[in-house]
Structure formats: C-alpha cells, structure tokens
C-alpha cells in the first residue's frame, strides 16, 4: 500500500513595498533583507506549510504588482527600484483583488499576512477609502495585518489603523530593516514547523520576542 503525502496548506504573504523616492537612502538594504528572506525560506522541506509570497510595489510608477503570488522555491527576486511618490491605495487595491480571488488564494489557505511598509505618508486621491475597504469589507478583513515603519517621518496613524493589533514595528535605520527580516524570517519558520499553525500564531510569535532583535538605535 502506498502512502500519498498530503499537499501542504499555503500560506500567502504579501508585502506592500513603498518604493518612493524617499526610500532612496535604505532601498539597498531593503533588497539585501527580502534577498535573504527567500534565500533562507526556500527549501525549507520541514514546514507544516507552503509559502507562497508576492511583492506589490508604491512608488514609481504608481503601484505595481511586483511579482505575483509564487512559491518562495520558485521566485526570481528583481531588485526595487525607489522613485516617485507614494500612492498606497493603488497598492491596497491591487492587494485586494489578489485576496478576493479564490482561484489565487483558495479558500483552504491559511489567513493571508499582509505586511505594509513604508517611511512616509499616502498621498493618491482615494487612498482612505481604499484603506477602509481593505479593513472591513470582503476576505481582506480577515488577513492578518502587520506594519513596519521606516525612518522617523512616517505616517504613524495610517500604520496603526492599518495593523490588525494596532503595533508599528519600527526601522530607524537602514540596518534595522535587514534585522526585522532576519526575525521575521526566523518567525515563520518556527511558527510553521507545527501541524498545528495558525495566521495568527505569526504575528504573536513577533510580539512575544521582537525587541530582542529589532533594537531602538537611537
């Protein structure tokens, strides 16, 4: 008799990447930190889970879908590149249409994990209102929402509302951003180890130990 392995559960992680012409002094880092994501998470045969990832860009050229939704085995990462401005309700619309979509994200998935980041403020017609469908409305109310704030001269606001726990992570420097990766990395691959994970187990694995690696350099 023989045994058929079970497929694995996927769980999604989408990024939404403020790539504006602010982000110009850490972009670098920023593609140092998902370069190493990936690299540590592919062939990861141990996890209880298949991660899928996709990268949605708001900057130049207005908001863009980096790279779709793909098995992390299976991604060819292409650098960001920074410039224009910051039109986040593109990128939550985008993001949206992605997580409404049964035939991209089955119903069988794990929660999908949203992680915004950004080191400023939106500044597209309409974003409030992209933002607020995003929150309360359809599948993406159920999305496990976090978000990293970049510098000293972000939107705290729009992060916390954003957060599903109201926490922004902070990155006042460029090399706290390869830090936070780096754990949040190491995150999903101790949270995913266990048949018996949840979305949620992710984001209290961060909360219950991330000052221990994402430090206050003041």
């Not at 018996?196 to 991330?210: A, P």
């Amino acid at each position: 008799m023989e045994f058929v392995a079970q497929p694995k559960r996927v769980l999604p992680l989408i990024l939404l990447t403020d790539t504006s012409s602010s982000m110009s002094s850490c972009i670098g880092e920023l593609n140092t930190a998902i370069r190493d994501m990936l690299g540590t998470l592919k062939g990861q045969e141990s996890l209880k889970a298949e991660i899928h990832i996709s990268f949605i860009t708001f900057g130049n050229g207005g908001a863009n879908l980096h790279t779709a939704l793909t098995p992390v085995s299976n991604i060819e990462f292409n650098n960001f590149i920074e410039g224009g401005m910051t039109p986040l309700g593109g990128a939550l619309r985008i993001a949206k249409d992605m997580i409404e979509n049964r035939e991209i994200i089955p119903s069988k998935s794990y929660a999908p994990i949203v992680l915004l980041l950004s080191d400023g403020g939106p500044n597209d017609n309409g974003w409030e209102e992209e933002l607020d469908r995003f929150i309360n409305e359809g599948r993406t109310k159920k999305c496990i929402r976090m978000s990293l704030g970049i510098g000293r001269d972000y939107d705290y606001e729009v992060l916390e509302s954003f957060s599903s726990n109201g926490k922004v992570y902070e990155a006042k420097d460029s090399s706290n951003i390869i830090d936070f990766f780096k754990f949040m990395t190491m995150t999903i691959k101790e949270k995913t180890l266990s048949k018996d994970f949840k979305s949620s187990d992710f984001i209290n694995g961060i909360n219950e130990d991330y000052e221990k690696i994402v430090k206050d350099r003041d």
